[in-house]
């Protein structure tokens, strides 16, 4: 199968894949191409950018998460426009525990067959990028490199430097981008700021898209994804009928989610319906509840003043209705959220308090779920991955755990998935085909609808 496909690199966290990456999408729309973002790693935030930019939904490709096949199962079905373009994570080179190649970007892209551009940030940098560029096309024996990106070059003269010193590598310039402040994108903590939380978000990106495409040699992109390597056809999904509803929350507070687990609860006959936990005054009507990640501590006092959404999500888990959470979706059912001094009282499904810290929990996660759960029907080894800020206090001895950890920190010493009658809530991320998640989780929507 033939998928005109790119890969976007970054030879170090911070260089400006994503903006780069969106400029290229933007620049291969305008002469005429449709285009499929994806994006390396666990990561939320950055696809939200690529979303915006070309008006597609965002698939993630995760070999922790999803396994070698899945992921490529992902790539091929998931590729339906003229040109997909994968946005990398970290270094090129970086992969799980940070002494190995796997989960980095130069696996996926190995997976994938995909060409890739590499982005260097040539800000404080001159003759020695050459040497920089040949170390990463030696360090592997396939690097898969055909082009260059050069970032934040300060003037003609350093251009020429750096032009002069990359001959070596015989290597394709496609970007020499300016630098300019005006291109800076606004962060926050967990990364780039996701353009959920401002309208004008997007229009900023667009605008950083055109600047920065003036830079690139778009013509010599399209031909590097002119004659791609083919990839095995995969089986198309076969949707289930509609057999139950799913309220998702959806806003500015709750936006982590990842597309293909969305498509899984639909294949399993669920319909999704969207909701805000910020705006809306209760729940729509529904078998089930999902309340992804987010940033429910930047908006905790509009979540406080909701009541009447707090008491109907309280009311739906002593009722039994099957409610899972992951990360904010977890501070979101504890007592109270304590942000910058300030306590936000949450909806109190878990008799447990949120406090935020300094510190970053960034982990992939390996244990084993050890009960039966909304989405395990038995134990088995569980993958997933965690990052946020805060951490659980004050946890009532009464709660219980269903997944003990080998591997990440999640609620309390290596224990995550805290059980309260039908409702599951942990600070780890699970992608639902890498098991029978969402069939489970469907199958008990049914089975409450039918009470």
């Known amino acids: 199968m033939k998928i005109p496909r790119i890969v976007l690199a970054g030879a170090t966290s911070g260089v400006g894949k994503t903006s780069i990456t969106c400029a290229i999408i933007y620049a291969l729309q305008k002469h005429g191409f449709?285009?499929?973002?994806?994006?390396?790693?666990?990561?939320?935030?950055?696809?939200?950018?690529?979303?915006?930019?070309?008006?597609?939904?965002?698939?993630?490709?995760?070999?922790?998460?999803?396994?070698?096949?899945?992921?490529?199962?992902?790539?091929?079905?998931?590729?339906?426009?003229?040109?997909?373009?994968?946005?990398?994570?970290?270094?090129?080179?970086?992969?799980?525990?940070?002494?190995s190649n796997y989960a980095s970007t130069h696996h996926v892209a190995s997976i994938t067959k995909s060409p890739v551009i590499l982005v260097l940030d040539a800000s404080k940098t001159a003759r020695s990028i050459g040497a920089a560029v040949l170390g990463f096309q030696k360090f592997h024996r396939n690097s898969r490199i055909v082009g260059i990106i050069l970032n934040k070059i300060g003037s003609k003269k350093h251009e020429l430097l750096c032009r002069n010193a990359l001959e070596k590598t015989k290597l394709p310039i496609i970007g020499i981008i300016p630098k300019n402040s005006l291109l800076d994108i606004e962060s926050r903590h967990l990364g780039l700021l996701s353009t959920l939380d401002k309208k004008t978000l997007k229009t900023k990106v667009t605008k950083i898209s055109k600047i920065i495409s003036e830079s690139l040699d778009?013509?010599?992109?399209?031909?590097?994804?002119?004659?791609?390597?083919?990839?095995?056809?995969?089986?198309?999904?076969?949707?289930k009928k509609p057999k139950t509803t799913i309220a998702v929350a959806l806003d500015t507070s709750f936006n982590f989610y990842y597309q293909d687990n969305l498509e899984a609860l639909c294949r399993e006959g669920a319909q999704l319906n969207f909701f805000s936990p910020v705006k809306d005054k209760k729940i729509p009507k529904c078998d089930g509840l999902y309340i992804g990640g987010g940033f429910p501590e930047i908006l905790g006092n509009p979540l406080a003043k909701n009541t009447s959404m707090k008491e109907s999500i309280k009311k739906l888990s002593e009722n039994n209705m099957p409610i899972y959470a992951e990360c904010g979706g977890l501070m979101y059912l504890t007592k109270s959220i304590l942000s910058e001094n300030k306590k936000h009282k949450m909806i109190g499904v878990f008799d447990a308090e949120t406090k935020m810290t300094n510190k970053m929990r960034l982990n992939y996660t390996k244990g084993k779920i050890s009960k039966n759960t909304i989405i395990s029907e038995k134990s088995h080894i569980i993958q997933g991955h965690e990052f946020h800020y805060s951490q659980l206090d004050s946890i009532s001895h009464d709660l219980k755990f269903a997944y003990t950890l080998e591997i990440g920190e999640g609620i309390k010493k290596h224990q995550d998935g805290l059980m309260q009658d039908n409702t599951l809530a942990s600070y780890g991320h699970l992608y639902f085909d890498s098991s029978n998640y969402a069939q489970i989780f469907v199958k008990n929507c049914i089975n409450y609808s039918r009470r």
Do not use: A, C, R, T
């Open 218 to 239: 778009i013509n010599q992109i399209i031909k590097i994804i002119k004659n791609p390597i083919n990839l095995p056809k995969k089986s198309k999904h076969v949707y």
């Open 34 to 99: 449709s285009v499929q973002p994806f994006k390396v790693g666990p990561d939320y935030i950055d696809p939200s950018y690529l979303s915006s930019i070309s008006n597609h939904e965002v698939y993630n490709l995760d070999v922790w998460l999803m396994g070698k096949n899945h992921l490529l199962n992902s790539f091929v079905s998931n590729s339906k426009s003229d040109v997909s373009v994968i946005e990398g994570v970290m270094g090129y080179y970086d992969g799980y525990e940070g002494n």
